[in-house]
């Protein structure tokens, strides 16, 4: 079995938080949203019904424990849930917080402006309270 290798595209643009049951789950680099991404390490998975029955239910377990911390933490009005894969191919799926009167509400955040880095010590903090969070429940 080849060992599970992560896109160098997702690699760049995000930040690991921590390693779940089935999922890398790992943090947009980019500060206008709290986003989480979610990447089953599985070689070779295009799209959900790619994974097996088993590892389904595992990513969805871990989309509602991401989903959950995402919302408190973020205090978010309303979370995105998405596999979009158009650029990237690899099987990810995109948690993203929002909020009413957020750079593009009530609009997708894909495609929208540059994206805004985060300062190290912001990235790094919320990258622990959302391992944290997750790992609670």
């Known amino acids: 079995m080849r060992r599970f290798a992560l896109d160098p595209r997702l690699a760049k643009d995000t930040h690991h938080v921590a390693m779940l049951g089935l999922c890398d789950l790992r943090i947009m680099r980019d500060a206008r949203w709290p986003w989480a991404i979610l990447i089953p390490k599985r070689n070779d998975i295009v ?16 989309t509602s424990l991401v989903a959950k911390a995402m919302k408190r933490l973020a205090r978010a009005d309303k979370l995105n849930i998405a596999t979009l894969g158009n650029v990237v191919s690899m099987f990810h799926l995109h948690v993203v917080a929002r909020h009413a009167g957020d750079p593009n509400w ?4 894909w495609g929208f402006g540059e ?19 997750v790992l609670a429940q």
Not at 55 to 61: E, R
Not at 106 to 109: A, C, S
Not at 115 to 133: C, G, I, M, T, V
């Open 47 to 62: 799209e959900f019904h790619d994974l097996s029955p088993l590892d389904q239910t595992m990513l969805t377990f871990e």
């Open 106 to 109: 009530p609009n997708p955040v």
């Open 115 to 133: 994206s805004l880095p985060y300062e190290a010590a912001r990235l790094e903090r919320f990258a622990d309270e959302l391992k944290r969070e």
